[in-house]
Structure formats: structure tokens, C-alpha cells
């Protein structure tokens, strides 16, 4: 399975910016798929996961300003950042587990994208 991020760049605060993360190798369907950040120096934290019967849930900083959905279709997973903050910047990253079920935290997660940077100011 690859995973492919897109959409990141810079915005000022209260900007808004939207994630695209390409699958390949396999189908979406089948994983359960979550949004990652880091912002250096650090820890890896986990922003959102939609599980492969839709369930969905975030992190409570981005809770009412993010919003995760998938296009089984076109394999993409989306990742929706409104009302953008400076403590937003981060590298994001794309991470998928095959199976129904997943928790938001990065062990549980075999399979990563390389990310795509985001920066608010």
C-alpha cells in the first residue's frame, strides 16, 4: 500500500486548506485510515480516523474546525482544515491500517505516507 499526501502549504490564521491523501496498491475500503501531525520537536499526534464503516473521530483540538472523509471511489482520503491556527503548523501525515477498526495513535498504523507540510501564520 502507498499513500501519497497533497494539498498542504502555507495560510494566515483563519485560513483554510484541504488534504488529499492518494491510495495505491490497494483499496481504501478495506483500511482504516487517520490524519497525523508532528511539529518539530514533537511527538507524532493524531488528528482524525475514519474507520472502514465510517466511523469517525478527532482529536479535541481540532474538533469543529477539521473534517476527515474518504471517496472509495478515488481511493483518496480527504482531510478538511478550516479555521486554521499557528499551532496547526505542522508536518501532516497520511496513515492507513487494513482492518475495520483503529485507535488514533501511531502504533497502530503500518502504513504512512511521506507528509505534506503546513503552515499557518
Known amino acids: 500500500v502507498q499513500l501519497v499526501e497533497s494539498g498542504g502549504g502555507s495560510v494566515q490564521a483563519g485560513g483554510s486548506l484541504r488534504l488529499s491523501c492518494k491510495v495505491s496498491?490497494?483499496?481504501?475500503?478495506?483500511?482504516?485510515m487517520a490524519w497525523f501531525r508532528q511539529a518539530p520537536g514533537k511527538e507524532r499526534e493524531g488528528v482524525a480516523r475514519?474507520?472502514?464503516?465510517?466511523?469517525?473521530s478527532y482529536a479535541d483540538s481540532v474538533k469543529g474546525r477539521f473534517t476527515i472523509s474518504k471517496d472509495n471511489a478515488k481511493n483518496t482520503v480527504y482531510l478538511q482544515m478550516n479555521s486554521l491556527k499557528p499551532e496547526d503548523t505542522a508536518m501532516y501525515y497520511c496513515?492507513?491500517?487494513?482492518?475495520?477498526?483503529?485507535?488514533?495513535?501511531?502504533?497502530?498504523?503500518?502504513?504512512w505516507g511521506q507528509g505534506t507540510q503546513v503552515t499557518v501564520s
Open positions: 496513515a492507513a491500517r487494513r482492518g475495520v477498526y483503529c485507535r488514533l495513535v501511531p502504533p497502530d498504523f503500518g502504513y
Open positions: 496498491g490497494s483499496t481504501s475500503i478495506h483500511y482504516c
Open positions: 475514519i474507520e472502514s464503516d465510517g466511523s469517525i
